[in-house]
């Protein structure tokens, strides 16, 4: 089946510094990725849409130059996010779908991400 | 548009009950509807999707659910639980093809399982 991988699987950072998260599809390519943020005990909030060389699509809300998001390759999406505080110590979670979207979603394992 | 509505955040059952966990949903086209598991910290596991074939579903781990048009529901069924079944289970709508791929989550419901 599709796999889907996510680096780092926990993170620690200080505050006002910037980490980079890694998603990538293992056995196929992935024309589109998503990036999810999900709170403690609540569902999964879709941060934004990524396509393999374009640029990301944000959700209402969700700000651009806060989580930067590339989709470089058919098989790497990075999210980085810059200038962290503790307001974004939360779960995040990638998902990769070919055809951009059209099919299923292979979600990745999360990474848990704590700013202090 | 596409909403999804998990009713009870919680339910609790004992070892070998039966699991009922509901999902109603209300899409403007035809659905495609997805049921997902999540344990601690972890990513989340399709279970099972209903894509416009049987609307009688049958997923992993011995969980099926049946697609009510009649009754907009989508509910999550196991004749007898496990403990291993505890987890959070999220229940999803996206459009079919032709409509929006993202798929919309309801909140979640958290099984607990009793010895």
């Known amino acids: 089946g599709a796999v889907v991988s996510q680096h780092p699987s926990r993170v620690i950072c200080k505050s006002g510094t910037s980490v980079k998260i890694e998603c990538r599809s293992l056995?196929?390519?992935?024309?589109?990725m998503f990036w999810y943020r999900q709170f403690p005990k609540q569902s999964l909030m879709l941060m934004a849409t990524?396509?393999?060389?374009?640029?990301?699509?944000?959700e209402q809300g969700v700000e651009k130059d806060k989580f930067l998001i590339n989709h470089a390759s058919l098989t790497l999406s990075t999210l980085t996010v810059t200038s962290a505080h503790p307001e974004d110590s939360s779960f995040y979670i990638c998902?990769?779908?070919?055809?951009?979207?059209?099919?299923?979603?292979?979600f990745g394992p999360g990474t848990r991400l704590t700013v202090t | 548009a596409q909403s999804v509505t998990q009713l009870g955040s919680h339910v609790s059952v004992s070892e070998g009950a039966l699991v009922l966990l509901r999902c109603n949903y209300s899409?403007?086209?035809?659905?495609?509807l997805f049921w997902y598991v999540q344990y601690p910290n972890q990513g989340l596991q399709l279970l099972l999707k209903?894509?416009?074939?049987?609307?009688l579903v049958k997923g992993i781990n011995g969980f099926e659910a049946e697609f009510k048009k009649s009754e907009t529901s989508f509910h999550l069924t196991k004749p007898s639980a496990h403990m291993s079944d505890a987890a959070e289970y999220f229940c999803?709508?996206?459009?079919?093809?032709?409509?929006?791929?993202?798929?919309?989550f309801g909140r979640g419901t958290s099984l607990i399982v009793h010895p």
């Open positions: 056995d196929f390519q992935a024309t589109t």
């Open positions: 209903y894509t416009s074939a049987a609307t």
């Open positions: 990524s396509n393999e060389g374009s640029k990301a699509t944000y």
């Open positions: 899409s403007s086209v035809p659905p495609y």
């Open positions: 999803a709508v996206r459009a079919s093809l032709g409509g929006s791929y993202i798929p919309t």
């Open positions: 998902s990769a779908s070919t055809d951009r979207g059209r099919y299923e979603q292979y």
